[in-house]
C-alpha cells in the first residue's frame, strides 16, 4: 500500500472516522469557564483589572514552577515584556532558534533588539547546545563579562530557548555553554505549559519565560499571555510596565515612564481560571493520545512519533511527524494526501531567515534546522480526539 494511504488509515483508527474534517487543534470547554464569565458580566467586571486577574495570575505562575505570574494581552507582548525585564536593550542580541514561530523573532525587534539564529536539536527540536557553543566560538568574544558578537559589534545579551510543540529543551546542556558564554535565559513558554525538565516546569528553567494563552494551545484565554518569573522585583516591573507604568494613586495619572497598555481583561482571565482548573486532566487527555498515536503508528518505517528525551515530560500540545530523510521528499504529498482526507497536517515553521524581513540577521550555520524544516509535521492533537465526547471534565 502507498505509504500516505496507509498513515491515513493508521490516523483515522485514532481519531475515528465520523467527521469530515478533523482541525489541528481545538479549545475545550468542559469546566466552569461559563459560570466565570458569567460572573464577569453580572458583576460588571470585564476590563481590565478584577479578580480574575488576580487569580489567573497566581494560578499561572504556580502552573509554570514560579513565586510570580503577571498576565498580559498575548504570548508576544509577554515575550517582549519578559526581555526587557529580563535586562535586554535595543541593540542588543538575542540568541534563538531559526526554527520557531515567528512571534519569537518578532518580540525581539519589538523592543529594537535583534533576532540572531542558531541551529536546532534532533533529539529535542529546540536550540542545539553544541551547535551554539561552536558558533559562539566562531563569533563571539567575552568583554567584561558579557558576550559580544565579533562580526556586529553588539552585546549578545540573552538566549531564548523555545520549547517545541511542549517538548523541554535540554536546559543542563544549554547552561553549560553558557558558563563559558554570559548571557540570560528568557524561556519561550509559549507551548510548553505543563512541560518538565528533570521535574522542573518549564517556564522556570530561566531568568523570566513567557506563556501564551492563544486559542490554539494547550488553555486558552482566547487571547492572552503572561510572564512569569520568580524574582520579584522584575515581576513588579513587569506588572508596572504593562499597566501603563502608572504609580498608584486615587485618583491622579502619574507614569514614570513609557509604559504599555498590555493588560488582560478580566474577562479572559476568567476564562484563563477555569481552564487551568482543567490543565491535570487536559494533561492526560494529550497524553493518552501520543500513546493511542504511538500503538497506532508503530512498525511504519517512513515516519517517526516524535517524543520527548528521556528526563523531559512533554505537554504534548502538537503531535509531531518527522518524516525518514529518504522521504523528505514526500512531505507536501503527504500534507496534499491528509489536508484533502479532512485529517488537518501542517508542517513546522518556515525557518525565521527565509522571512523577508529576517533575511539578513545574524544567524550560525542552520544545517539542522533546515533539515528539521523539510521533514517535520504536525496532525491532529485536540485533546480529546478520539475519547467519548464529553468525558472531559
Ligand atoms: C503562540 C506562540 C507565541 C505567542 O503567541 P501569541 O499568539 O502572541 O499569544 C510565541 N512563541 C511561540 C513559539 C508560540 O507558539
Redesign the pocket.
Known sequence: MDFAEDLKQRIRGVIGTEKDFVPLHVPEFHGRERELLIDCIDTGWVSSVGSYVDEFEAEVARLSGCAYGVVVA????A?QVALIVAGVNAGDEVLMPAL??V??AN?TTHLGAVPHFVDSAYDTLGICPERLRAHLEGVAEVRDGQTVNRQTGRRIAAVLP?HVFGCPVDMDRLNAVLIDWPMEVVE?A??SLGSTYKGQLCGSLGTAA?V???G??IVTTG???AIVTNNEALAKRAKHLTTTAKLPHKWAFLHDEVGYNYRMPNLNAALGVAQLEQLDTRLAQKQRLFDAYADALRGLNEVQLFHAPEGSVSNNWLVTLVLDPAHAKDRDHLLQELNDAGIMSRPIWTLMHRLPMYQSAPRADLTQAEDLEARVLNIPSSAYLGAREGAAA
Open positions: 498575548n504570548g508576544t507582548a515575550l520557531t514561530f512571534a519569537t518580540a523555545m519561550d509559549a507551548e513567557a501564551s494563552f492563544n490554539n494551545k487571547g492572552g499571555g
